[in-house]
């Protein structure tokens, strides 16, 4: 089988992994008392007594071993392309799981979202003449130049939401600012996956390289921000945000940082091109903030009768 149809396929396995492990993550959240970003250690100490939550996140964890191979075989615009098409999954399992309503514009989104993944699939290509580049390595003084400053971008913006959660009267938001706060540290923690993915098996460079650090930090951020965040917002919303920053910042920063280039016919550029810029106009018309419930109608005490003087 070409490598090209075994990345696609680890890509898919990839997707369906962290859709059925977000999905377990929220249904088991809402379970569980109130957490807090602001506790940590009691965070941990809820969601690890949770058998629902230890299977989603194993299932995450699962993900994140096929996405090593996706990018041993795929370029890095393109992966991020078919990992975004997950998001379809991820909407019909938490409708039918967590009872979650899409609205109107978020079903446009779903067709734009498959027709991104169309064009992306359509500009790869495995043998011929201009062949996709898989990049093996890079420069670390560079990797840590383009993700440091990510890190404090995406701690700060989370931050900044929760300070705006807490004013009473705001509008109930639908999470798209802790969407694009914990994407940018999973898009920290998707360099670094492509990195390692270059390193293996030489254990030892690996650990001179800043990879395995980066993904202990994004992963112990990632893992407190994400759960206070999906306990809080819809699942349908805020991990669509999410993976549509981390697929657009892998894209863009990993495919300059890994030497990665795009294709060179004029069709295959489009098409990769166009793909990832509906994606990102997917992300700029999400919704922020739901719909507020209609206020209650006030009741009307039934009128006393009054009997008419003869």
């Excluded at 991020?80 to 999954?89: C, E, R, W, Y």
């Excluded at 440091?148 to 931050?159: D, E, F, K, Q």
């Excluded at 254990?203 to 390289?209: I, K, Q």
């Amino acid at each position: 089988m070409p490598a090209v149809a075994w990345g696609v396929g680890a890509a898919l396995l990839a997707n369906t992994l962290y859709s059925v492990g977000f999905v377990l993550e929220k249904r088991a959240l809402t379970r569980l008392p109130e957490v807090s970003v602001g506790r940590p250690a009691h965070l941990l100490r809820q969601v690890v007594t949770s058998p629902l939550w230890l299977v989603g996140s194993l299932a995450l964890a699962s993900g994140f071993g096929a996405q090593l191979a996706v990018y041993r075989t795929l370029p890095i615009a393109a992966a991020q392309g078919i990992f975004i098409s997950g998001l379809v999954l991820l909407l019909l399992l938490s409708s039918r799981l967590l009872g979650e309503r899409t609205s109107g514009r978020e079903r446009y989104a779903i067709a734009a979202i498959l027709l991104a993944l169309l064009m992306v699939v359509l500009s790869l290509r495995d043998t011929g003449q201009d062949p996709d580049t898989v990049g093996g390595g890079a420069p670390a003084p560079l990797i840590l130049a383009v993700c440091v400053p990510s890190l404090a971008a995406g701690l700060w913006l989370y931050a900044a939401a929760e300070r705006r959660a807490r004013h009473r009267h705001r509008m109930p938001t639908t999470g798209v600012e802790y969407g694009v706060a914990v994407g940018l540290l999973y898009g920290v923690s998707s360099l670094a996956i492509k990195g390692v993915s270059g390193v293996l098996p030489d254990v030892w460079a690996l650990f001179r390289s800043p990879y395995p650090y980066l993904l202990l930090c994004t992963g112990a951020c990632g893992l407190v921000m994400s759960q206070a965040a999906l306990q809080r917002c819809r699942a349908s919303l805020i991990v669509p945000v999410c993976t549509t920053v981390t697929a657009l910042f892998t894209a863009v920063l990993g495919t300059a940082a890994f030497g990665e280039s795009l294709p060179s016919e004029p069709l295959r550029l489009a098409l990769r091109v166009t793909g990832t810029a509906l994606a990102v106009a997917v992300l700029l018309l999400m919704p922020k903030h739901d719909a507020q419930p209609p206020p209650p109608q006030p009741t009307e005490p039934p009128r006393e009768l009054i009997p008419h003087e003869s």
